[in-house]
């Protein structure tokens, strides 16, 4: 037998699952209300998060530290944490939200510098080494080595679409016109072919990303209706 607080669980997701899965008939008052709780409950679990790890650890637990004498403080340091922190919580009111605005202000650079730091280190320097390294030279020695010629020209094949992939990919973003006469502006009609070429082959990475979330979806769908299922069977044979 389950405690009252796990039948109290189970009870009140199956019910969650079913008005989020009544949506598909329509729009009602009950899916608002849980898109209300779910949205307060990831809203009231990043503020926890945020004071426990950031603002007590931070800013209170120092304060007692050093009233008691177990630790030292940097006051430059800790007079600008409870600066920055004072001008933030500024924003709660519109008469001094302006106050808040420098800090504001360095919580999105900071955050636009992380993330350009990381775009450039996760995707495009390993995107470049990729493109340089595109010919598998060392595979298509082996092969020929080996009498493998199958293979060596495979090797070849494959080199030359991850080429023609990545540069008319490249192309396609490539914006700049000449005018000709009185003529509108127009691209070069080499550039022009090569960015029909790579709209086929990002249309074919937007429907593999689409086909992602899709599965992703219906995984999460298949998931909730296994739950559905075993609760249904718990409640009604006693055996999940």
């Known amino acids: 037998m389950l405690p009252g607080s796990d039948h109290f669980g189970l009870l009140a997701a199956a019910?969650?699952?079913?008005?989020?899965?009544?949506?598909?008939?329509?729009?009602?008052?009950?899916?608002?209300?849980?898109?209300?709780?779910s949205i307060g409950v990831a809203a009231g679990y990043a503020a926890a998060v945020a004071l426990?790890?950031?603002?007590?650890?931070?800013?209170?637990y120092p304060i007692f530290d050093y009233a008691n004498g177990l630790a030292q403080i940097d006051l430059a340091d800790f007079s600008i944490r409870v600066?920055?922190?004072?001008?933030?919580?500024t924003k709660i009111s519109p008469r001094?939200?302006?106050l808040g605005n420098p800090v504001t202000a360095l919580l999105a650079g900071v955050g636009a510098a992380l993330a350009i730091g990381g775009a450039i280190q996760g995707t495009i320097l390993p995107q470049v080494g990729s493109a340089a390294?595109?010919?598998d030279v060392t595979a298509f020695q082996l092969a020929l080595q080996g009498g493998y010629y199958g293979e060596s020209i495979q090797v070849i094949?494959?080199?030359?679409?991850?080429?023609?992939?990545?540069?008319s990919t490249l192309a396609y973003f490539h914006f700049g016109a000449r005018s000709r006469g009185n003529q509108a502006p127009q691209r070069n009609i080499a550039i022009d072919a090569l960015a029909w070429v790579g709209s086929i082959f990002i249309a074919i990475t937007l429907a593999t990303l689409f086909t992602g979330v899709l599965l992703a979806a219906l995984s999460a769908l298949i998931e909730r209706l296994s739950f559905l299922l075993n609760v249904t069977n718990l409640y009604l044979t006693g055996t999940p």
């Open 96 to 98: 001094t939200a302006r």
């Open 133 to 135: 390294n595109i010919f």
């Open 83 to 89: 600066v920055l922190c004072l001008l933030l919580l």
């Open 15 to 37: 019910a969650l699952t079913l008005i989020t899965l009544s949506y598909a008939i329509g729009d009602h008052p009950f899916f608002r209300l849980a898109l209300h709780l």
């Open 52 to 60: 426990e790890d950031i603002i007590l650890p931070q800013l209170i």
């Open 157 to 167: 094949l494959n080199g030359m679409i991850l080429l023609l992939a990545t540069v």
